[in-house]
């Protein structure tokens, strides 16, 4: 594919994300309304909270600073450039040389640590409580999420996004092997855990002793909380998309050809929405754990990728 | 004369001027004097280490300055990334120190102390015998200490911290000169050449001896786990500039004794030295961050840091090792040059850091995150610097720390299915390691950056806050450009590493990566391009403000109240503090730190149900060494009360102990004679 080809595709990533993460976060939010018999704001609730948050007067609590301000926008734009690296519809993202699945990871927890800081700038017991808690999350995801990394780029030989998916898509019998389940099932749980859903975060409370990313996101209003809230749907999605990538990657286009990039985009639509719906389902039955039990939820993922790993290396 | 040679030369008379100029010169020049001296050394050091990269070695010998051996120096491309190193570091601090050691500091020892100690650092990458690199050790350990003493009137922990620190640093000598002198007696003098002739002839239990104790000795100077007692004690009672001197250029020397013997000298080895080295490497890294992401003391903090990253080197040098001896020497070259990296990276954030400490405590007096918070109103030019440095510190793109933690990351990841035998525990167990380092770290300076900096002043000292004096702003500003620079273009850095790597490992003969934008390992696949993704950053962020202001409201930005549960203004009372934020990763890790803590709870003289004070203490106690060191401390101090009764006063007595060591020195003489 031709780069400018590859500059299109990359941008269609981009905007598919962009235009469907608040909607992904409308079907989660509509199927657990019906789940629970209630009948729901509708799909398209979160672009009409997203207009209306726009719409409002930009305020800066007291005391903040430019980091408080400059914040949401790091969240953004770090989402936004995985979104263009990750292979969801095309394996010819002309960023795949710059940032690999490390950087990928990197650049998400970049967008976390920005936020935690905004957090702790606001100099309010909730803002310090929430970035407090992040990180402790974090620090305890990062080595699920690079050992899974490191368990599906070893039977490739390299963690370089697009010859993941592309070796996959060439050996699709490779993916059927115990190293995958365990590797997914520990990618699975870390997923979870950096988007804070259920069981580790609870997105919809406001209840000081539970919330996490709520927490710090406490003093945003206006535009700056719409960026926040459209980065939270955007990295959900393309964590989700990234997922789907990784272990079932079939779709994704690897020519360049206007009907394949139609028909990927529509199977990554499909594949996200299915495991959001999945995800949303889930989410009904489970209560948010204790804060301190989420470590052993996190040890047992680390477990799942250690054993990956260590299968990788005997069943190759 | 070469122009390496020249310029080692200027950095060394450099820093002898800056001595002369400190001891006669008149006092109301000395800082200003001194600092510009040191600084020129530093740039003459960095021309010299730059000019050994690149090719040109540089070899003299001096045998009349030291009776028996006589000195000889010889700076190759491996001594050259060191003195690079010590000259950078050395340039920073020296200009920086020009304003700190205004009040206190500025007597005629401690200024002398910094050019000499900046001297011995020049003189250890280059020393090309065992003589000259034992006497340039001593002299770097007894400059540090001499300047870790510097502040004793003023606080009683100086002096405390000062003896443990001569303490080990001698002990860790002593390691280093048995197995140095060990391996010398295999050879016909005792030069590095001779003694690389003699060591392919050495017994493998020999040279296992002499790996594993000058292992002990340098991991000691490069406050590995479990030596690393001294550390987090020396590093925050020394002088802001030193401790930037002590923890970026000289710890790192540990890690240049290692590759200098293990792989220079003895030739790589087999592999189980190398899991050694690797075991000692993941259990700094992973206890080192522990510690400092519970630290609330700054600059105590930036001590367990250190650990941390000499961690990471030392797992990068142990994998290039265990590459070495499983045959795979592109991998090898790959670790190698991951490890050096860091060195360089760690040695440039770790100096913006700790000078970043040091004007906090200028500007308020303390070192206590709990009690800083604020300073980004007050000193904005040095919180800005402060950031970039943890943003270095805890290996996010687009800091520099990211570059050598993903080199790193590579050689694992390529490593495991076809490192040898073994390494498919060894390196997810490595991995994971250097996983929650990354992850731990992250916290810590997160915790750092936001309590300290950011948010509301939580004492006085932290309100009264002034921008620290423009000398002092200068030498951050020039470590903080070495950061940037360091992030932004390692294309340019990690190609010239390559003749540094075959010193160590011969066979590799090719850089670890190539391209000019982008970083793509040579011999595996994988690519990154920090400059690049920066880049790509700056226009995503300045994409979405724009975005913002095409799609939002006009209306102007509002100063709002914070939200306060309408009790009234918050006070800086109930913000979170380093402690508290801290706290659930204390929780979550209270089996391997065992934190002391305890609440006390008086109650009122008339009812049990009321409460008139409660107190709540917390220490996080350095585990390792209550266990490993209180013990032989309490056996020493044993020996010492016993050892009273063999001295009672008489002059006899004593005439008789002397009578008794001749007869014994004599028989022991007359057995070992033939």
Known sequence: MSVIGGVAAAGLQVLAVGAGAPLLIGVMRQVRAR?????????????????????????????????????????????????????????????????????????????????????????????????????????????????????????????????????????????????????ATALAVAIIAETGRLPVDNPSTHLELTMVHEAMVLEYAGPDLALVEWASAMRLTVFLGLFAGLFAPWGIATSGSLAALAVALVVFMIKVAVLGVALAAGEVFLAKLRLFRVPELLAGSFVFALLAVVASFFLA | MNPVGLSWAVALGGTVAAALAALAGPHRSRRVVVGVLTAISGAAGVAAGVGALTGSTFTVALPELLPLFGLRFHLDPLGGVFVAVTGGVTMAAAVYGIGYTRHG???????????????????????????????????????????????????????????????????????????????????????????????????????????????????????????????????????SHVSALMSAAMVSLGAYGIMRVGFDLLGGGPRWW?????????????????????????????????TENMGLVLIGLGAGGMFAAAGQHVLAG????????????????????????????????????????????????????????????????????????????????????????????????????????????????????GVGFLAKPRTDAAHRAVESPATMLVGMGLAGAVCAALALLPTRVVPALADAVAVTTPAVTRPAVEGDLTLRLVGVTGSLSPL??????????????????LVATRRARRQARLWDCGAGPMSA????????FAEPLQRVFDDVIEPEQGVDVTHHRQSRYLVDTIVYRRRVPDRIERRLYQPVLALVRAWGVQGRRLANGSVHRYLGYGFCSIVVALVMLAVTWS
Do not use: C
């Not at chain 1, 909270?49 to 007291?62: G, V, Y």
């Not at chain 1, 005391?63 to 969801?88: D, H, K, M, N, Q």
């Open chain 2, 105 to 239: 500091l500025d007597g005629r020892v401690a200024q002398a102390g910094v050019p000499v100690f900046v001297a011995s650092m020049v003189l250890v990458p280059a020393a090309a015998s065992v003589a000259t690199f034992l006497v340039t050790w001593e002299l770097m350990a007894l400059t540090s200490l001499l300047l870790v003493l510097a502040e004793h009137r003023r606080r009683q922990q100086v002096a405390e911290a000062g003896l443990w620190y001569a303490v080990m640093t001698h002990l860790g000598l002593m390691a280093i000169m048995i197995g140095l002198v060990l391996l010398a007696a295999h050879a016909p003098d005792d030069g590095f050449a001779a003694l690389r002739d003699a060591a392919g002839g050495l017994s493998p239990a020999m040279s296992a001896t002499v790996f594993v104790t000058t292992l002990v000795g340098f991991s000691s100077k490069a406050g590995a786990v479990p030596l690393h007692a001294w550390l987090p004690r020396a590093h925050p009672e020394a002088p």
């Open chain 1, 35 to 183: 789940l629970e018999g209630r009948v729901g704001a509708g799909v398209g609730q979160p672009w009409r909270d997203l207009r209306k948050l726009m719409r409002k007067e930009p305020l800066s609590p007291r005391g903040t600073s430019e980091v408080f301000r400059i914040a949401p926008l790091i969240l953004v734009a770090t989402t936004l450039i995985v979104a263009a690296v990750v292979p969801l519809v095309t394996t010819a993202s002309p960023l795949d040389s710059v940032a690999d699945l490390f950087a990928v990871v990197a650049l998400l927890t970049l967008g976390a640590v920005a936020l935690a800081l905004a957090g702790i700038d606001t100099g309010t017991a909730f803002g310090g409580m929430g970035a407090s808690r992040e990180m402790t999350i974090v620090a305890l995801v990062e080595p699920t999420l690079l050992l899974a990394v490191l368990a599906v780029s070893v039977r490739v030989g390299s963690t370089n996004l697009s010859q993941i998916v592309t070796s996959t898509l060439d050996d699709p019998a490779r993916v059927i092997s115990p190293v995958t389940v365990l590797a």
């Open chain 2, 573 to 580: 009372r109930m913000e979170y503090t380093a402690t508290s």
């Open chain 2, 334 to 449: 790959l670790a190698l040059a991951a490890a050096l990296l860091h060195v360089i990276n760690h040695a440039a954030f770790k100096t913006l850091l700790f000078l970043g400490a040091g004007s906090v405590l200028h500007a308020t007096g303390t070192r206590d995150l709990d009690a800083l918070g604020g300073l980004r109103d007050r000193m904005p030019a040095t919180t800005a610097l402060f950031g970039l440095g943890a943003l270095g510190a805890s290996a996010l793109p687009p800091g520099n720390a990211f570059v050598s933690e993903w080199l790193l990351f590579q050689g694992l990841v390529h490593g495991l299915p076809n490192g040898g035998p073994g390494t498919y525990v060894v390196v997810p167990i490595a991995v994971a390691a250097v996983a929650l380092t990354a992850g731990l770290a992250i916290a810590t300076f997160v915790k750092a950056f």
């Open chain 2, 532 to 549: 690049l993704l920066t880049v790509t950053l700056l226009v995503a962020v300045v994409g979405t403000a724009a975005g913002v202001r």
């Open chain 2, 274 to 306: 190398w899991w050694l080295v690797l075991a000692i490497g993941v259990v700094s890294a992973v206890y080192g961050i522990l510690q400092a992401a519970m630290s609330t003391d700054l600059k105590r903090m930036l001590g367990y840091s250190t």
